[in-house]
Nanobody, 125 residues
């Protein structure tokens, strides 16, 4: 069973930075796609960024130039570095995985089969 666990959320001022981490376990294959999604109160879950087996990345337009997704294959950890944070970045951030996949599908919730519990990110004055 693939397990996905996020960490690193918290409160930050507008313009500040945070780094989220996502650790996976229970999956020994190297072929996987990892993604970040977020959900603000009263809205649906939105794709933020993803990274595939080769290190290729996809970003939502709303975070391009501000967020960077990366991974450490040896540790099975994915990161989301969030800079120049805005109030509208406030949300619960979820890590998700697609196992046995060389590349990532579009940032659509239904395409990802394994999910973490989420970590809150709050950006305010």
């Amino acid at each position: 069973q693939v397990r996905v666990v996020e960490s690193g959320g918290g409160s930050v001022q507008i313009g500040g930075s945070l780094r989220l981490s996502c650790a996976t376990s229970g999956y020994t294959g190297s072929r996987k796609c990892m993604g970040w999604f977020r959900q603000a109160p009263g809205t649906g879950r939105e794709g933020v960024a993803s990274i595939d087996h080769y290190g290729s990345t996809i970003y939502a337009d709303s975070v391009k130039g501000r967020f960077t997704v990366s991974k450490d294959n040896a540790k099975n950890i994915m990161y989301l570095q969030m800079n120049s944070l805005k109030a509208e970045d406030t949300a619960v951030y979820y890590c998700a995985a697609v196992a046995w996949s060389w590349i990532c599908p579009p940032l659509t919730e239904s395409r990802y089969g394994y999910w973490g519990q989420g970590t809150q990110v709050t950006v305010s004055l």
